[in-house]
Each structure stands twice: as C-alpha cells, then as structure tokens.
C-alpha cells in the first residue's frame, strides 16, 4: 500500500539548535515528495518539493530535505531552529497524480 | 491577493443542518481539492475536480456534495450534519499537470453541536 510514515508524533528542540524530522514513504516506483507546514489556526503552505533530480533540495525558511531512495526517506532539516518555527509539519507524497497522500504530522515545539 | 481563500473561516451548527463551505482560487489553476483534517490532524482527500468535472471521489458519505460552478470555484455542501463531521475542511488547487504540489486555503473549521 502506498503510504507516508511521520515516525515522531511530537518533537521539541532549543531555539538555535538543529533539527531534523524524519518522514518514511512506501510507493514501488519513484514518488513526488513535499514538506509542508501548518502554525496554528492557518492553511498548509509549502517548504519544499522532490520530483526529481539532485536529491538535497532547498526550501523556503532555511529548510532543506534529502531524498534517499535506498532508505526510502525524504528528511527534513534546518541547521538552527527559530521560535517561529513551532508548527505542524506535514510529509506528503504523490504517485501517479494529483492526489496528495499525507503523514500524520509531526508537531514542533521550540524552547526559548 | 489571497490565491485560494475559503469561507467560513469559522462554523459552529446544530446536528441536522445543512451547510456550505465555500472557495475559491484566483492562480488560473484547473484541478480544485476538499481535504478534511480531523481532531488528530490527519489530512485526508475527499474529492477532485478538474475543469468542473470530478475526478476523485474518496468513499464519502452521501451527504458531502462538492458543486464546481467554473473551474475557479469549488463549494462544498453537507446535508445533515453529524457530531462526527466535526473537522477542519481544507479547500486546494493545483495546475493539470499530474505531480505537482496544491496550495491551500486557510482551513474552515466546522464544530457541529
């Protein structure tokens, strides 16, 4: 089945300090793979995409993600965090359309 | 200039009413999206129209009919409310191009009572 697997339900880091969240997928071909965020009370809004191409990806915000085929995973990563960032933080991924199939979310907590 | 924008932002109702949410994108896209984020934040498909026609269906209740007037617009009418259809709805568009990402509106959070 195809599927996205957001492994931490909560993660909390120290302002300044790096992050990174994990996100699994299970799809037999090569998937299309996005990160999006969500802060509280708003819509989702793109970090970043894979389609294709080099596997590092820049986002907006600082963010970045790596696609590795051989462990099926499509990391998020931010080399130090702001207080901003507290969030909802969506992996999602499409097969052979339009249709975005999500994780179940990882929620981000930022100490100060 | 908001690309897709939902109203109600907010909608408390009693059980047995009839709703409608209702969107709209301005970014000239053809395919247009009801997702529905539940009380532990799954995001799940309900529909997808392309050009006005449905393209997706996810085994929703017959009480959820998606309306396309024009491909700019997308509403979402629920027929008898239950406490279970309780969830942020979210509407989003996306060009014809298979793969690529939608963007989304900012959510209707509905609170049936």
């Known amino acids: 089945a195809q599927s996205v697997t957001q492994p931490d339900i909560h993660i909390t880091v120290s302002e300044g300090a790096s992050l990174e969240l994990r996100c699994n997928y299970s799809?037999?071909?090569?998937?299309?793979l996005f990160w999006y965020v969500q802060s509280p009370g708003q819509g989702l809004q793109l970090l970043l995409k894979?389609?294709?191409?080099?596997?590092l990806v820049q986002g907006i915000k600082g963010f970045e993600a790596e696609f590795k085929r051989s462990q099926s995973s499509f990391n998020l990563r931010k080399p130090s965090v702001h207080w901003s960032d507290a969030a909802e933080y969506f992996c999602a991924f499409t097969g052979g359309g339009n249709k975005l199939t999500f994780g179940t979310g990882t929620q981000l907590k930022v100490e100060l | 200039d908001t690309a897709v924008s939902q109203t109600p932002k907010y909608l408390v109702t009693q059980m047995g009413n009839d709703k409608s949410i209702k969107c709209e994108q301005n970014l000239g896209h053809d395919t247009m999206y009801w997702y529905k984020q539940d009380s532990k934040k799954f995001l799940k498909i309900m529909f997808s129209y392309n050009n006005k026609e449905l393209i997706i269906n996810e085994t929703v209740p017959n009480r959820f009919s998606p309306k396309s007037p024009d491909k700019a617009h997308l509403n979402l009418h629920i027929n008898s409310l239950e406490l279970g259809d309780s969830a942020v709805y979210f509407c989003?568009?996306?060009?014809?191009?298979?793969?690529?990402?939608?963007?989304f509106g900012q959510g209707t959070r509905l609170t049936v009572v």
């Open positions: 894979y389609f294709s191409g080099d596997t």
């Open positions: 799809y037999g071909a090569t998937p299309y």
């Open positions: 989003a568009s996306s060009p014809l191009t298979a793969n690529t990402e939608a963007f």
